[in-house]
């Protein structure tokens, strides 16, 4: 069963110029994503694809002025705002993508205590320290005294003490040393195995590979692709979207073959298919309408011409 889902979510933001024209920026476009029960689903995609804007949309903490649309449910009902405010950080927890969401003036220990949200918070507090290899005396500093891999897994400990079921991970592993991110990805998945799900937006498409389930494409705000992982593999020839093949290709290991051109700007998308600008198979057609997601074999891809 789908813990998360996300059905056809648009998020768009609109701003004047210098001018005074209104110009609509459409950062998220028709996105459709599920999280299963005891799942991890991986993001990839392109810096500005609107990965943390989805994660954003989902607990509720857009900016202001983001005009939304489409449903977010959790456990099958509808994520209200008022479910999102009752149910973020104790139901769905974040790793946000920045350090800097740590609170600047409250002690480290303190903060992750706060979302301790039952049983014995000191102890809990201490066990996740101990966990994430970070000395007891962390607990007394202010998040300007952490180097950027302490920071980070204050970060993880918090998500992983506030009981959540849905954990949303954010690039949760820049800065940490290799033995911390191959420490991390496994406490994701113990998670995900506990009855919990996993969102994890990353870069890191060979660690996304060793732990999640699925992974989603992302690309100009959308999906492209939501394939198993074992697709990923090979010369790509089991990726049913070409955006998906190009950047398989393009990791160092696989040749590191480039994409020629790059990602449209959320102002000023194409019409039709946001990738057919750069597709070797784009036809006419492309240009008419945005594909649906449509299923293949076992993932679903956004392309026409995928077969
Ligand atoms: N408040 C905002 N107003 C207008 N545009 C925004 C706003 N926040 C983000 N965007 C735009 O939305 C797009 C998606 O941003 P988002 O942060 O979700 O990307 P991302 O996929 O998480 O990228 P990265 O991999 O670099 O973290 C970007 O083009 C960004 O400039
Ligand atoms: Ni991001």
Redesign the pocket.
């Known amino acids: 069963m789908a813990i998360l889902e996300v059905e056809n979510l648009s998020v768009s933001?609109k701003r004047y110029t210098r001018g005074f024209k209104q110009v609509k920026?459409n950062?998220i476009s028709s996105l459709s994503v599920e999280v299963e029960e005891g799942e991890i689903m991986a993001i990839v995609?392109a810096?500005?694809?609107?990965?943390?804007?989805l994660a954003q949309a989902i607990l509720g903490i857009l900016?202001r002025n983001a005009i939304v649309s489409g449903g977010i449910k959790y456990g099958g009902e509808v994520l209200t705002p008022p479910r999102q405010r009752a149910l973020c950080g104790r139901e769905i927890a974040l790793v946000p993508?920045s350090v800097n969401s740590l609170d600047p003036l409250m002690r480290v220990g303190e903060q992750v205590r706060t979302s301790v949200k039952s049983g014995n918070a000191a102890a809990a507090q201490k066990e996740v320290f101990e966990r994430y290899h970070l000395d007891a005396n962390v607990e007394k500093m202010y998040p300007f005294q952490l180097s950027g891999g302490m920071a980070r897994r204050v970060l993880i400990s918090t998500a992983m003490v506030s009981g959540a079921r849905v954990i949303i991970a954010d690039?949760p592993t820049p800065g940490l040393d290799e033995r911390s991110v191959a420490e991390a990805l496994k406490h994701l998945r113990e998670f995900a195995d506990s009855r919990c799900a996993v969102l994890l937006i990353t870069?890191d498409i060979e660690s996304a590979l060793k732990i999640a389930d699925r992974i989603a494409v992302?690309y100009a705000g959308t999906t492209v692709e939501i394939s198993p992982v074992e697709n990923f593999r090979g010369n790509g020839e089991e990726l049913w979207h070409p955006f998906s093949k190009a950047l398989w290709r393009a990791l160092p290991q696989n040749g590191f073959v480039p994409i020629p051109g790059s990602q449209p700007h959320?102002d000023d998308l194409p019409s039709g298919c946001l990738f057919a600008p750069r597709c070797g198979m784009a036809s006419a057609e492309c240009g008419e309408a945005l594909p649906d997601m449509r299923k293949l074999r076992n993932g679903s891809v956004r392309c026409i011409h995928a077969t």
């Open positions: 933001f920026s950062v995609g810096s500005g694809s609107g990965k943390s804007l900016p993508q690039e870069h992302f959320p």
